[in-house]
């Protein structure tokens, strides 16, 4: 099931952002979910397109709704028209500035302990904080913790990876895990920070399987991939989610960073080629330079990548390449079954149902994305793309209070992982279209 209409239609609405001024507010903005029976229903589609609308959740196979923000003043005319199409909607987020108030009122409160303190990473921070903070993470655990240049962002900012491992030459297999590529979800970040202090902390108390994967693997962690993004969400407006960049038509800035890459570019499904819509893929192939700067540097590490998990919100999926098509990967199987193990640990840790597939199947149409990239051009077999909690309630603005449920039954999968590819021979961390191409 398809709904292409609305993908081409993700290309004209959003030119709202394009006037937008600092520290956008969104008092009275919903959130309303369609319910779509046929996803290919156009004269919805045609609806929204009336409007100035952000469309939070795509339709998808495995829900036939999607989740659209509507402004105040187009309210009371759209769901009118919605009502007279037909259309079953409800409201999910009945006021996004409160979410937004809400989301912040922890983080205030947060920023006057000390950065080093547990509670640190129960509440949001604005990049600054968090730059600080890994800077002193790594300070403090010297001797596992490294940080690592691995990009730079448009506006000169470093990408910073935490590099955790126990020194043991170069030969060490990598997991390599980003947050914030888009840059409105937050949760993804917090969590990885999570992560990277519940490594070391394992690898203190020597948790036998941390310390092993602390021996066998270096572990490149990216909590924030879109410096520039994630700043800017933080300034001005909380529901950015592209990067930061020159103006182009109407005056329309960033690109959409995953669908910057290198993979069927130009390919159907959500991506758009204008400018002011939420999903621009950019003039060419890494026209980004974040996804161009990181692009390289995981190249250095071809051959060596044991998996490559990247982090989104929200949905609570945790797909596998393709996007960009249809077409099964060939390693399909072996993908399917250990993301149903992992599906299986998340739901025992917190019983927080994850839906796993590939992207394209379960999800919908993505090409120029990071996960297929990993797993084509890289050639990393286990190549994930998770969206994170929630399925709606919030959203993107998921509150504090969710950063460590969200964090540890992430983790929980993320053991599951390690697991499989920690003793795998290398031959088998490779995609099977890079064995059949010889790369
Ligand atoms: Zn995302």
Known sequence: ?????????????RSWECVETRGKRYDGYQVIRVESPSINNTEIGNILHLYEVDIWRNPSISCASFDVMIRPQDLSSMTSNLDR???KFHSIVTDVQKLIDEERKP?????????????????????????RWIRHFARINADIVRLVQVGITYQGRKIIAAKIGVPRGADKRVVWQDGGIH?????????????MKRLVRGYRQAEPDIVRYLQEMDWYIVPIWNVDGYRYTWTSNRLWRKSIGPKGSYGCFGVDLNRNFDTKFTGEGSTSSRACSDVYRGTHPFSGVESLSVSRF??????????????HSYSQFWLYPYGYTHLQSEDENDLRSLSSRVVRAIFASNQTFYMYGSVENLAYQVPGSSVDWAHDALCVKYSFAVELRDTGTHGFILPARYINPTAKEYFEGLRVVADHVVDLPVEELKSSSCKQRGT
Do not use: C
């Open 183 to 195: 840059a409105r979800e937050w949760i993804s970040g917090a969590s990885l920070m999570w992560v």
């Open 107 to 131: 983080a205030s409160r947060g920023r006057r302990r000390r950065d080093s303190g547990s509670k640190f990473l129960h509440v949001y921070h604005p990049y600054e904080e968090i730059r």
């Open 1 to 13: 099931m398809r709904i292409p209409a609305l993908f081409v239609l993700l290309g004209f609405i």
């Open 85 to 87: 199409a037909g259309a």
């Open 298 to 311: 995981l190249q250095r590490k071809k051959g060596k990548i044991a998996a490559a998990i990247t982090l």
